[in-house]
């Protein structure tokens, strides 16, 4: 029995559409939560009291966290620029009968955008989580 009944009709169509706009919505959203969340335990480990365990882990560290979170910043930045390509790509295929133009500047730099600034975040992510679970294995 085949599973692609309907495939290629308007309503499945439609609902890949749907499917597609409503992930890629949340994949952004989840990108800037987690790169707001790395600049803030950052920015958190920077004022940290002298005395605590985590002015420790940054002096330890700081140089990591700060790529950690310049990566972060570089992923917010990234976010803001896709939407904007997003935006002029749209704007112009407004003015040609709804097609967008895949070649037109905006449209190519706001695919890569997108999937650069997810890999800003895992790269940031990643960086993040293995920095505090070392220091956590080199503590007594």
Same mark, same amino acid.
């Given at each position: 029995?085949?599973?692609?009944?309907?495939?290629?009709?308007?309503?499945?169509?439609?609902?890949?559409?749907?499917?597609?706009?409503?992930?890629?919505?949340?994949?952004?959203?989840?990108?800037?939560?987690?790169?707001?969340?790395?600049?803030?335990?950052?920015?958190?480990? +920077? *004022?940290? /009291?002298?005395?605590?365990?985590?002015? #420790?882990?940054? =002096? $330890? !560290?700081?140089?990591?966290?700060?790529?950690?979170?310049?990566?972060?910043?570089?992923? +917010? *930045?990234? /976010?803001?620029?896709?939407?904007?390509? #997003?935006?002029? =790509? $749209? !704007?112009?295929?407004?003015?040609?009968?709804?097609?967008?133009?895949?070649?037109?500047?905006?449209?190519?730099?706001?695919?890569?955008?997108?999937? #650069?600034?997810?890999?800003?975040?895992?790269?940031?992510?990643?960086?993040?989580?293995?920095?505090?679970?070392?220091?956590?294995?080199?503590?007594?």
């Amino acid at each position: 029995m085949s599973h692609d009944v309907g495939l290629g009709t308007d309503s499945n169509e439609a609902n890949v559409v749907a499917e597609r706009d409503f992930s890629s919505a949340r994949i952004s959203d989840t990108c800037r939560f987690i790169a707001f969340g790395i600049l803030a335990a950052t920015f958190s480990l +920077l *004022i940290a /009291d002298p005395k605590t365990e985590a002015h #420790a882990l940054l =002096a $330890a !560290n700081r140089n990591m966290f700060l790529l950690s979170a310049e990566l972060s910043a570089l992923a +917010l *930045i990234f /976010d803001y620029l896709h939407y904007v390509c #997003a935006n002029s =790509a $749209a !704007n112009a295929a407004l003015k040609t009968n709804f097609l967008y133009d895949i070649t037109s500047l905006s449209y190519r730099l706001g695919g890569k955008l997108y999937y #650069a600034k997810q890999i800003m975040v895992i790269v940031s992510a990643l960086i993040f989580v293995v920095v505090i679970a070392l220091f956590g294995l080199t503590q007594p």
